[in-house]
């Protein structure tokens, strides 16, 4: 199917490692792997595609994987690593734990990586996205507990929020919107969107043609106040495994499943977030464009290169 092509090919862009660095100075060039580890897309590629065959979710999770590595300490594969003697793995910090998945298949890739050139492809690199102004990346000796925490967005963010979260890690408005679009797929724990569907908001108060009051009674069935915390709910209800532009409709319309995709329209004063929604909303490919490149620049985060980092044999364990 079409949107599987596209979904397939975007994740290659962000699962493949095909450039790298220069041994001196940490300057990032084209292709470093071509010639090291030349195999490194293929095993990649056919991975990714067997893994999203298998569960279509996956496809989300991985790309949510990546987000939330970037925003601690960089995109460096920190989120990864396990606990292990006094460090505290980023699985366990509040927006991770019992949500973020997919580190079996990128346990799958780093394998076979492996088998065909040991000790040349980071982990960090798996996660990293790759395409004209690709990077290849060292990974982290470290993870970074406290920094999961305090720097991934959690569901119930405000606007203002949001926004100083994505600016901390140098990303503008524009991106906040356009990486926010990510959740054209996948699904969401009861316990993330329960607060969004008890608390009404003023427009949902004074809502006499029931837009919001119909879509909130199908998730309260599903999630009730209290207990079932790990029920799941689409995040696009639309079309919650295809990759689209739908998400933006949703949200204009006031049917985001969590309280910080709704804040981009009922909480944008000035109009310019909403304008760019409405964008979205109506030119699927325009969004698909800006995706691209917003997602590249989140993959330029902190990168570590040269001396700074380690290529990890195994992702879940710096090495001996």
Not at 4 to 9: F, T
Not at 216 to 245: H, K, M, V, W, Y
Not at 280 to 290: G, M, T, V
Request: net charge negative.
């Amino acid at each position: 199917m079409e949107f599987m092509r596209i979904l397939l090919s975007m994740l290659v862009l962000i699962f493949h490692g095909s450039t790298g660095v220069l041994s001196e100075g940490g300057l990032l060039v084209l292709d470093y792997y071509k010639e090291t580890c030349p195999l490194v897309e293929e095993i990649v590629r056919r991975n990714v595609e067997i893994a999203v065959l298998r569960d279509p979710r996956m496809a989300a999770s991985l790309l949510r994987l990546h987000f939330h590595d970037c925003f601690v300490l960089g995109c460096d594969g920190s989120i990864l690593l396990d606990s292990f003697g006094d460090m505290i793995s980023e699985k366990l910090a509040g927006p991770n734990l019992n949500s973020v998945r997919g580190f079996e298949v990128i346990d799958n890739i780093k394998y076979l990586v492996e088998e065909a050139c040991p000790y040349i492809v980071s982990c960090a690199d798996i996660l990293a996205i790759a395409a004209r102004d690709s990077v290849a990346l060292k990974d982290s000796l470290k993870s970074s507990f406290d920094g999961a925490n305090q720097f991934i967005p959690i569901p119930n963010s405000s606007l203002e929020t949001l926004i100083n979260n994505f600016k901390q890690q140098g990303l503008d408005v524009r991106d906040l919107v356009t990486l926010s679009g990510g959740h054209t797929m996948g699904k969401a724990r009861c316990v993330s969107f329960r607060q969004r569907i008890y608390e009404k908001s003023i427009e949902e108060t004074f809502d006499h043609y029931k837009r919001y009051n119909t879509y909130r009674r199908i998730l309260q069935s599903t999630c009730p106040e209290s207990g079932r915390d790990n029920t799941l709910a689409a995040l696009d209800f639309r079309t919650p495994t295809r990759f689209d532009n739908l998400y933006f409709q949703n949200i204009i319309e006031g049917k985001g499943l969590l309280h910080s995709d709704n804040v981009l329209v009922n909480e944008d004063l000035e109009g310019e977030i909403r304008e760019q929604v409405w964008a979205y909303a109506s030119d699927q490919q325009l969004f698909f464009d800006s995706f691209v490149n917003s997602i590249l620049k989140m993959g330029n985060i902190n990168v570590l290169t040269g001396s700074e980092g380690e290529i990890r044999k195994h992702c879940r364990f710096v090495n001996p």
